[in-house]
C-alpha cells in the first residue's frame, strides 16, 4: 500500500510542477490538464491539455487542445521531486489549435506565441504528430472555416546571429529553424519550411503546394485576409502545383511579405464575360505583393485556341494592368455578339460579320484609362453594310484599332470577283471622323446588287432592265465629327446592256460613266449600238421634293427602221408604223 500511494504522490507533485511551469510560460492563458504520468526511460507524459483565453468571447476561449504532450527528459525520480526537471525534447500528438478572427483583427493565437520562457531555460526541439489547426473568420462574408489536417512539424533550435532586424544581444535571442507538412480539403499535400525568431517575432516561411484544386469551394473556406489576396475568378476551376513564401511579423500589424508561383492545368473558366468557356487551360503563373504575373496561359474556346498573358500591378481597379491575348479560329457568332460591349454591338448590327478570324490584342491601363491594340486578321470574313447590303465574302487582311484610331484594308470577293476596301475611322464607336474607299472590277448587275440598293434608286435601275457588268469606285467620308457623311460612287461601264421599259429598244455594248455625288447621279459618255445603230447619250438622276428625277438624252445614228424600233413605240405610234411602213435607216434623238 505503501508503494502505489508514494507513485501516486509523485504523479501529484510532477502535475503540479508541470501545471506551475506551463503557467509560467503562459501567464495570459488559463489550462486543464488531464493525466500527468511519469515513463521511464521517456519522460512526463501529459494528457488532454487545455490553453483557454479568458478573455475571448463564449466559443472562442480554447486556443489549443494536445491530447497528449510528452516532455522528454532523462531525470530520474529523485530529481523530479526535488523540481529540478530539464526538457530536451517536446512532442505533442494529435493537437488541435484553433485561431479565430476577432474585431480587433487578431486571432488569438498570439498569446500563445507571448510565452514568457525564463531566463536559464534552454531552447528545445519540438515535434507536433497529426495536428489540426482550424481557422475561423466568423466575421466574413460569409464566414468561412479552413481545416489543415495531418500537421507534422519538427522545430529546431539555431543559433541566433544572422536573422535580421533586432537590437538583442545575440545570446538573448531565440530562433528557431522548423519544417512540416499538412493537408486539407482540396490540396493533396502541403510542405513547408522556415525560421521563427521569437523574439522579435518575425516569421519567414517557403514551401510547396501538390494537388491544388483551384474552385470556388477553396475560395470560400479561406479568411477574408486571404480570400482578398488571393482571390480567383468565380468561375474557375483547375489542377495546380505552387510554391509560395511568406514573411512578416506576428501581430505587428505590417503588411507581410508573400511571393506564389507555380503551374495550372486541366483548368476550366466559366464567365458569362466569355462567349465560350475556356477549356483545357494551362498556364505559368506568380504573385507577390507588387502584383500578379501570368504567363503561357494556353486554352480553347469552343473552336478557338486561346494564348494569354497577363501583368496587374495589384487587385485594385485603378491598378496598371497589361493584358496581351492571342486568338486563333475565332467564330464570330451570336455569343460572341452577346459578350461585346453595347457600343461595339451597335457597330456589329451594321456590318453583321461573320466567319472565323484570328485576333491580336494589348490591352493597357495605367491607373486612369486603357489603350487598346487590337489587329484582327481574316481569312474567310463575310459582311455587308445595313445601308448598301452587298455582301462581300472570303475576305481576307487585317483591321487593327489603335489609340482610338480604326484602320481596315481587306480583300473580299463578290462571286468570282475580288473587292478592295481600305478605311480608316477615328474615334470608330463614337463620332467617327474618317473615310472608307471600295475598288472592285467586273462587277455584275444582277438581282444581288439590285437588291442592295435603296428603293427609289432600284425601281429606276430594274426600268432600265441593265444586265452586264462593271468597274466601281465608291469612297465615304465625315470631315467633322458631328457632320455629314459624304458619297462618291464611280461606275465605269464596258459591254453593258439596258432595255429601258418605258422605250424598249435593246442597246447593247453599252461603255459610259456613271457618277454619284451626295445622292445626285450623272451619267456622261454613254454609247452603246443595235446592229448598225450607234446610239450617245448623258443625262442624270436627282433627288427632289417629289422623288428622283431621271433624265436621259439619247441620240441615234444608223438607226435601223425595224421591227424592233417599231415594238419599242407606244400604241399610237405603232399604228401610224402600220400605215406608212416605213423602211431604211435613220437618225433619232430622244429624251
Request: hydrophobic share 40%; charged share 25%.
Amino acid at each position: 500500500a505503501i508503494v502505489p500511494y508514494y507513485y501516486r504522490q509523485m504523479d501529484r507533485e510532477i502535475r503540479a510542477g508541470v501545471q506551475r511551469r506551463l503557467a509560467e510560460c503562459f501567464p495570459d492563458l488559463q489550462m486543464t490538464v488531464g493525466a500527468v504520468d511519469f515513463v521511464e526511460g521517456e519522460g512526463i507524459r501529459v494528457r488532454h491539455l487545455r490553453l483557454f483565453d479568458p478573455g475571448a468571447e463564449a466559443g472562442q476561449a480554447e486556443l489549443l487542445h494536445i491530447d497528449e504532450l510528452v516532455l522528454h527528459c532523462q531525470q530520474d525520480l529523485k530529481e523530479l521531486v526535488e523540481g529540478d526537471l530539464h526538457v530536451a525534447k517536446i512532442t505533442i500528438r494529435r493537437p488541435v489549435l484553433r485561431a479565430v478572427r476577432r474585431g480587433d483583427e487578431s486571432w488569438g493565437i498570439e498569446k500563445l506565441l507571448r510565452r514568457q520562457p525564463e531566463d536559464h531555460e534552454p531552447p528545445m526541439e519540438t515535434c507536433v504528430e497529426a495536428g489540426t489547426l482550424e481557422i475561423r473568420d466568423p466575421l466574413g462574408s460569409p464566414p468561412s472555416v479552413l481545416v489543415l489536417r495531418d500537421f507534422n512539424l519538427a522545430v529546431v533550435p539555431q543559433a541566433a546571429p544572422g536573422f535580421q532586424n533586432s537590437t538583442e544581444q545575440p545570446s538573448e535571442r531565440r530562433v528557431y529553424k522548423f519544417q512540416g507538412r499538412f493537408e486539407a480539403d482540396r490540396v493533396r499535400n502541403v510542405e513547408f519550411a522556415g525560421l521563427f525568431d521569437g523574439s522579435t517575432r518575425q516569421l519567414a516561411v517557403g514551401g510547396k503546394a501538390e494537388g491544388v484544386q483551384l474552385c470556388p469551394e477553396l475560395q470560400a473556406v479561406f479568411p477574408q485576409v486571404l480570400a482578398e489576396q488571393a482571390a480567383l475568378p468565380a468561375g474557375l476551376r483547375a489542377q495546380a502545383d505552387v510554391q509560395f513564401s511568406l514573411e512578416g511579423y506576428l501581430g505587428s500589424g505590417l503588411p507581410w511579405r508573400y511571393r506564389v508561383s507555380g503551374q495550372l492545368f486541366d483548368g476550366r473558366l466559366d464567365d458569362n464575360r466569355l462567349p465560350h468557356p475556356l477549356t483545357d487551360i494551362r498556364a505559368v503563373f506568380r504573385a507577390d505583393n507588387l502584383g500578379i504575373v501570368i504567363e503561357e496561359l494556353a486554352a480553347n474556346s469552343n473552336q478557338a485556341t486561346v494564348r494569354l498573358s497577363a501583368r496587374l500591378a495589384g487587385l485594385g481597379a485603378d491598378s496598371p494592368k497589361l493584358v496581351e491575348a492571342d486568338v486563333r479560329q475565332l467564330e464570330l457568332d451570336r455569343r460572341v455578339l452577346a459578350v461585346l460591349p453595347e457600343s461595339l454591338q451597335d457597330q456589329w448590327h451594321k456590318y453583321r460579320p461573320a466567319g472565323a478570324v484570328d485576333l491580336r490584342a494589348v490591352l493597357e491601363f495605367d491607373g486612369y484609362r486603357w489603350r487598346h491594340d487590337v489587329t484582327v486578321r481574316s481569312m474567310n470574313l463575310s459582311f455587308a453594310h445595313y445601308k448598301f447590303p452587298y455582301r462581300l465574302e472570303e475576305a481576307q487582311g487585317t483591321i487593327t484599332y489603335r489609340d482610338d484610331l480604326l484602320q481596315a484594308n481587306l480583300l473580299a470577293y463578290s462571286g468570282a470577283q475580288p473587292v478592295h476596301l481600305e478605311a480608316q475611322w477615328q474615334n470608330p464607336t463614337g463620332s467617327p471622323v474618317g473615310w472608307v474607299e471600295v475598288r472592285a472590277d467586273d462587277i455584275q448587275i444582277d438581282a444581288k446588287l439590285l437588291a442592295a440598293l435603296p428603293e427609289k434608286t432600284r425601281r429606276v435601275l430594274q426600268s432600265l432592265n441593265g444586265r452586264g457588268q462593271m468597274d466601281c469606285y465608291v469612297r465615304m467620308w465625315r470631315s467633322q465629327p458631328e457632320g455629314p457623311m459624304h458619297k462618291h460612287v464611280l461606275l465605269t461601264c464596258d459591254g453593258c446592256s439596258v432595255q429601258y421599259e418605258r422605250f424598249p429598244y435593246p442597246i447593247q455594248n453599252i461603255r459610259g460613266v456613271l457618277e454619284m455625288m451626295d445622292d445626285a447621279w450623272s451619267f456622261r459618255n454613254l454609247e452603246g449600238s443595235n446592229g448598225k445603230a450607234r446610239i450617245t447619250g448623258q443625262g442624270h438622276l436627282r433627288p427632289t421634293l417629289e422623288g428622283c428625277e431621271l433624265l436621259l438624252s439619247l441620240t441615234g445614228d444608223e438607226v435601223q427602221l425595224d421591227e424592233q424600233l417599231r415594238d419599242a413605240l407606244r400604241p399610237n405610234e405603232q399604228q401610224v408604223w402600220h400605215i406608212l411602213r416605213p423602211r431604211g435607216a435613220c437618225n433619232l434623238s430622244a429624251e
